[in-house]
């Protein structure tokens, strides 16, 4: 029986999310791979405001006992492999977790080629023959002799190790006045030259640029996006505490490889929040493209292109099984909660896509 606690709030956030990332074109692939390929940082800056903006509200309603941060814990051959070859895999998919998930909601057939490769790797390194990779007690990615803590056995973040846990209030409190003022100075410069021209705001232009029109500006995009993140962490610490199921604020791997594993046992514990987030973000986006007049059912034209994506989603779903979480799952929720494993995963994810590119990258 499908749980609507669960339910409802996953599809809902999901849609919104699924909008959110089609709008605002949000994908970490494009934003790794233009720093040294075509040395633009429009969507690279789009990521790291969401993830300051999240950082910044996770620990706010961390300090006022609203949710509990549960930073995903250290193991490090996983993170290190694991977010080396999602990097790969993710340029080889053209598209990161969310990326190619948004974009089979446009219609994109290479994106659903990815996102197929995606869960099955994910689901057979989770759950089917890959798995001893991940949980073989002596040469597992994930297995306990490699998992590295705190003092106190708790996973490991940048705040027991340097300590910053001792001095909440003050180290939080330059945080977010270092940050306020960021945005405050965005939001500024984005209403300046409005008020130079002597404009008015046009509600019509307004709704024509949120529904339609080009991409969102990325300021708008990873405010967007870090609200989001805020809000899921608020929904799953509502939905573990009243014992509906154990729940990451945004993770796709792990919902592809739910609604696989429900499709293949028909089990309902295998229909957790992160398997509702997903089929919404599809919907969202595919929402949101029809508005657009986005839709369109393509596929490249090289079938060789096709078979590369789905190699790159594949390679996708293993590496997040073995980093412990997808692209999202770790740079958008982990890293703002200075959880050391998730920082080291997205620096290789980074290193994987720039390694995949670097022969491009020459000719450039």
């Given at each position: 029986m499908i749980d609507l606690l669960t339910a409802f709030p996953g599809i809902s956030l999901g849609i919104i999310l699924g909008f959110v990332l089609q709008r605002g074109r949000f994908c970490m692939n494009s934003a790794f791979r233009d720093i040294p390929v075509f040395k633009d940082y429009t969507l690279l800056k789009a990521v790291v405001l969401a993830v300051v903006f999240e950082m910044i509200i996770f620990h706010l309603l961390?300090?006022?006992?609203?949710?509990?941060?549960s930073p995903p814990e250290l193991f490090w051959p996983g993170a290190i492999i694991g977010g080396f070859l999602f990097g790969i895999g993710m340029a080889f998919a053209a598209g990161c977790a969310s990326g190619t998930t948004y974009r089979v909601g446009e219609g994109m057939m290479g994106s659903l080629m990815a996102l197929l490769g995606l869960i099955i790797g994910g689901y057979t390194t989770e759950n089917g023959i890959l798995s001893?990779?991940?949980n073989n007690p002596d040469l597992g990615l994930r297995s306990t002799q490699f998992r590295i803590a705190a003092a106190d056995g708790s996973s490991l973040t940048l705040g027991n190790v340097f300590g910053t846990s001792l001095t909440?209030?003050?180290t939080w409190g330059i945080v977010i006045l270092l940050t306020g003022a960021s945005i405050i100075l965005l939001v500024w410069k984005a209403y300046l030259p409005w008020k130079k021209k002597g404009n008015k705001i046009d509600r019509n232009h307004l709704l024509e640029r949120i529904f339609k029109g080009g991409g969102w500006k990325w300021w708008i995009t990873g405010i967007a996006i870090g609200l989001i993140?805020?809000?899921?962490?608020?929904?799953?610490t509502v939905i573990v505490e009243m014992g509906s199921c154990n729940a990451y604020p945004l993770g796709f791997i792990g919902g592809w490889n739910g609604l696989l594993g429900y499709i293949i046992t028909g089990a309902d514990t295998a229909l957790s929040?992160?398997?509702?987030?997903?089929i919404g973000v599809v919907m969202g986006a595919f929402i949101a493209a029809n508005i657009a007049g986005e839709f369109k059912l393509r596929a490249p034209k090289d079938g060789k292109v096709l078979f590369l994506q789905f190699v790159g989603g594949t390679m996708m779903g293993i590496g997040a099984v073995f980093a412990g979480g997808c692209n999202i799952s770790n740079t958008l929720i982990g890293v703002p909660q200075l959880s050391v494993a998730s920082i080291i995963t997205t620096i290789f994810i980074i290193l994987g896509v720039w390694v995949k590119n670097y022969s491009y990258w020459l000719e450039k």
């Open positions: 961390a300090l006022m006992d609203i949710v509990s941060l001893v990779l991940v909440p209030i003050l993140g805020s809000i899921a962490i608020i929904c799953t929040w992160s398997v509702f987030l997903v």
